[in-house]
């Protein structure tokens, strides 16, 4: 019996473009902003995240938490002098994120479906149900996973109770994804396996984590989609000679 049983994906800046939409939106929400307070970029940002952070117990990860978060920092921050106007167009700016297109990632889908001809694959994935279910039917790729789970939050407790709903003991499970807060240290903890894929933008909230030594062992950093298969394979070979 294979030692590795289950290859899990992240969605969001794993398979596809999302960041990027936010950064995008955040810099709009920096110009609206700078006609009512004189504040420099790094501040506003600063101001920004302090307040997202604060609210994710309330509203959760996704677009809307982060629009509900801008409308309360720029209430705050112009001591409630701005126009309804600037407010409406804030709010746009979550409509506009809202819809932005699905689009994959360079080379993913093929390792993907690479992946997929050795191993059970799910996805986890976390945000806003709504957007995120809009996001899965749009991708292409629903089929080629076994489950598709959209979590509120990606920690020890959330995986340890997925890997019991799968009938899957840590040591057989790998997780892939861009963060290494959310998709590899929890997994490692419980003594999985995890595949780290950078992105080249990545939320504030999510870069602030490290490998810790002792699980090195276990974790593998790719540069690129095309190399996921030989991680894979390379993490299997190693949990096989240990097993």
Known sequence: MKKIRMIGFDADDTLWRSQDYFDAAQKEFERILGAWVDLDETALQERLYQVESGNIGIFGYGVKGMVLSMLEAAVELTDARISAADLHRIVGLGKELLRHPVELLPGIREAVEAVARDHAIVMITKGDLFHQEAKVRQCGMAGLFRRIEIVSEKDTATYARLLAEFDLQPESFVMIG????????????????????????TWAHESAARVDAADASRFRQVDSAAALPTAVAELVAVAEAVA
Not at 179 to 192: A, Q, Y
């Open 178 to 201: 861009n963060s290494v807060r959310s998709d590899i240290v929890p997994v490692l903890e419980l003594g999985g396996w995890g595949i780290h894929v950078p992105y080249h933008t």
